[in-house]
């Protein structure tokens, strides 16, 4: 039986890189995508192929659809993202802070999804690292308000990705990973990133149509939009 192949955009560290290293233990060829080549030197410890790409780039994610023709992807998750300003109440973003964080979160995805799309093939899985931060109907807090902001248009992303992929039995998934102990979540967070990479994982290997287009827990539970 052949190996799946797995792709994980921004792999050299914290979930992204414990993907790697979940899949690569089971046996999965894995290619992961870093932002400078000596960034990729876990990954190639791990037996994974390291891709340098910027996802702030699009002539960079050209490159990547270019490097990927002729493969089909099992599964493709996007984790690259950054939180930002840790802003309290309505502190209004500086255009930098707003520029960098609504790029990378979400005008990445934007580029990345139609980029990867034609090598996704029917039961393949597309994932997006969202978070329940980005979930308006959840919302309790002004914290962060920007990465929240970043997190509901990734959700919607997300969404319309599964519109158009769906019908080809693509299942499209968000997820919200917990808050895991990374360097972005600290050492003070809830959840082992190992213990919510393998639940994300379970999700993953359990989804079909059914689960096209929705936001889920790292431990599979739904979340409301």
Not at 184 to 198: F, K, L, N, P, Y
Request: proline share 4%; charged share 20%.
């Amino acid at each position: 039986m052949t190996a799946p192949t797995v792709l994980v955009v921004g792999a050299s560290r914290g979930i992204g890189l414990e993907f790697v290293r979940q899949y690569r233990a089971e046996g999965a060829r894995v290619l992961g995508t870093v932002r400078r080549p000596e960034d990729g030197e876990r990954l190639l410890a791990l037996g994974a192929a390291a891709l340098t790409v910027d996802v702030l780039d699009g002539v960079s994610i050209d490159a990547l659809s270019e490097r990927l023709a002729g493969e089909t992807l099992q599964v493709a998750i996007l984790n690259a993202g950054v939180y930002g300003p840790r802003s309290q109440g309505l502190a209004p973003p500086d255009n930098a802070e707003f520029d960098h964080v609504m790029h990378t979160n979400v005008l990445a995805a934007m580029r990345l999804i139609p980029a990867l799309a034609p090598r996704l093939a029917a039961g393949s899985k597309l994932a997006v690292l969202s978070s329940r931060m980005g979930s308006v109907s959840l919302m309790q807090s002004t914290s962060g308000w920007l990465y929240r902001a970043s997190k509901a248009a990734l959700n919607s992303v997300l969404k319309a990705a599964s519109l158009e992929l769906g019908p080809r039995d693509i299942a499209c998934i968000a997820f919200h990973p917990g808050w895991a102990r990374t360097d972005m979540g600290g050492a003070s967070a809830e959840v082992d990133v190992a213990d919510s990479v393998a639940g994300m994982r379970r999700v993953l290997a359990a989804a079909d149509a059914s689960h096209n287009g929705r936001f889920f827990g790292y431990n599979g539970d739904p979340l409301a939009w």
